[in-house]
């Protein structure tokens, strides 16, 4: 054995001297080309805080067989608009997008996502269960929860003992301060836009078990609960506890008033919580938040969450690297990271369990309770028109102090017409498809 290993070195020294480097190419197997790698694109709307980008990056450099394509977006519709457009086009389509939970009915209706049963049907119980289920249309789930948000009921600690239970409460508390403490605002929220309206006013409608089942066709109301909840809109615009400035007011714009101790109770988003508790905020040590109130003691309320989702083009080339990149954007790492650097809540229910993190991002323990019992807008198809019939029904309530029956009958009659709407164009799909249509049959000429 040993004679024969010297006789194969001798031979390997001989060719390398007659062949030079070429010989060592051809005994080690080099030389061979490399593969090509995978080039993969990821869509998101603007991120503010680069966390989103971060993330992503760090993905590509860990995936040397994947080439990261990043494709950020302008601000929430704007991105939509150009998303919409990629797909009727064909253009410049992304393998996975970043999509919001009220576009997913209108995007996998139109055949843009692919489904992703085969990929998350044993994951799905690893997110909260109403992410989860908005990114369901007809029994196939289409998105893998990235991050959500609830709005929250904050108030002033220093002013308030125990925060209301219901709406009447909040009324008789905000009344009984005003007197004792005047301040300009009593209940303050974001209400400049169609969508921040929307948000509150399922919020109210919520508390009456009354949100609109706005993915039905037609879409179904609740009268009795819908009239209760603007009843208590108009009673608390009549005796000044909600005033028509908040038409004009945003998010940011609510919580610096909050902040600056013109505010008795305010409903925002869960970003305020760690901006209102900084040692150099004014309300530092001053502020609660609790759920939204219910309708009445012994009844619940189910807070309306806004999400995001993890998306995959449904002509994409490349499902697997898209999977891929979708699981570590929503693993617990990449998400304990989007909370504690990004500032956004993480879609893992398991995460709550752990305080650290939670610590470090200064997350309220009451984002747990809220996103296990909430509940997603649900909307349509045809979601822009959905949310602008509410947001706009909310605007003339206040602006115009319309009764209640005729907020009711206004929100009736523009939901249903666009459920309508649908429904005919579905029809008009179905017979183009089938030939039925009386072009396609020579009628009507």
């Known amino acids: 054995m040993v004679k024969l290993k010297a006789v194969v070195?001798?031979?390997?020294?001989?060719?390398?001297?007659?062949?030079?480097?070429?010989?060592?190419?051809?005994i080690m197997g080099q030389g061979e080309p490399e593969t090509e790698a995978v080039a993969l694109s990821f869509a998101?709307?603007?991120?503010?805080s680069r966390i989103i980008q971060k993330l992503a990056l760090e993905f590509d450099e860990g995936n040397e067989a994947i080439e990261l394509i990043l494709m950020e977006g302008g601000h929430a519709y704007d991105y939509l608009a150009d998303m919409a457009a990629a797909f009727e086009s064909g253009n410049d389509v992304p393998d996975v997008l970043l999509i919001h939970d009220t576009w997913i009915n209108y995007l996998a209706s139109s055949g843009y996502l692919r489904p992703?049963?085969?990929?998350?049907?044993?994951?799905?119980?690893?997110?909260?269960?109403?992410?989860?289920?908005?990114?369901?249309?007809?029994?196939?789930?289409?998105?893998?929860?990235?991050?959500?948000?609830a709005g929250m009921l904050y108030y002033r600690t220093d002013l308030i003992a125990d925060p209301p239970a219901t709406w009447q409460q909040l009324e008789d508390y905000a009344m009984e301060a005003a007197g004792d403490n005047p301040l300009p605002y009593l209940f303050l929220f974001p209400a400049d836009s169609n969508d921040s309206r929307s948000y509150f006013t399922a919020e109210l409608?919520?508390?009456?078990?009354?949100?609109?089942?706005?993915?039905?066709?037609?879409?179904?109301?609740?009268?009795?609960?819908?009239?209760?909840a603007f009843e208590v809109l108009e009673r608390m615009l009549v005796n000044g506890v909600v005033s028509k400035d908040v038409l004009d007011i945003n998010a940011e714009h609510a919580r610096q008033q909050f902040e600056n101790g013109n505010v008795?109770?305010?409903?925002?988003?869960?970003?305020?919580?760690?901006?209102?508790?900084?040692?150099?905020?004014?309300?530092?040590?001053?502020?609660?938040?609790?759920?939204?109130?219910?309708?009445q003691e012994g009844s619940s309320h189910?807070?309306?969450?806004?999400?995001?989702?993890?998306?995959?083009?449904?002509?994409?080339?490349?499902?697997?690297?898209?999977?891929?990149?979708?699981?570590y954007l929503a693993g617990n790492e990449a998400q304990m990271r989007l909370a504690v650097e990004g500032?956004?809540?993480?879609s893992r229910r398991n995460l709550y369990n752990q305080t650290d993190w939670q610590n470090a991002a200064g997350i309220n323990r009451i984002m747990a309770d809220l996103f296990g019992t909430g509940q997603t807008m649900g909307t349509g198809k045809n979601f822009t028109e959905q949310m602008e019939i509410?947001?706009?029904?909310?605007?003339?309530?206040?602006?115009?102090?319309?009764?209640?029956?005729?907020?009711?009958?206004?929100?009736?009659?523009?939901?249903i017409r666009i459920s309508e709407d649908e429904a005919r164009e579905g029809a008009s799909r179905a017979s183009d498809e089938d030939g039925s249509s009386p072009e396609k049959n020579g009628a009507g000429q």
């Open 116 to 149: 992703l049963d085969d990929m998350l049907s044993s994951r799905r119980s690893e997110f909260w269960d109403c992410m989860t289920d908005a990114a369901s249309i007809d029994g196939s789930s289409f998105g893998v929860p990235f991050y959500q948000d």
């Open 44 to 48: 998101y709307p603007w991120d503010g």
């Open 390 to 415: 509410i947001g706009n029904t909310f605007y003339q309530a206040v602006l115009n102090s319309k009764e209640p029956e005729s907020v009711l009958d206004a929100l009736k009659l523009g939901l």
């Open 9 to 26: 070195i001798a031979a390997i020294v001989v060719l390398i001297a007659l062949t030079g480097c070429e010989a060592i190419t051809a």
């Open 343 to 346: 500032g956004l809540m993480p």
């Open 205 to 228: 409608l919520s508390s009456w078990q009354a949100l609109p089942e706005l993915s039905e066709e037609p879409v179904k109301i609740q009268d009795a609960g819908t009239l209760k």
């Open 264 to 295: 008795l109770f305010m409903w925002n988003w869960s970003y305020a919580w760690k901006l209102l508790n900084r040692p150099d905020s004014p309300m530092y040590g001053k502020v609660g938040v609790a759920p939204v109130p219910t309708g």
């Open 302 to 327: 189910r807070s309306i969450l806004s999400g995001w989702h993890l998306a995959i083009a449904k002509n994409t080339q490349n499902p697997e690297e898209a999977w891929l990149l979708a699981e």
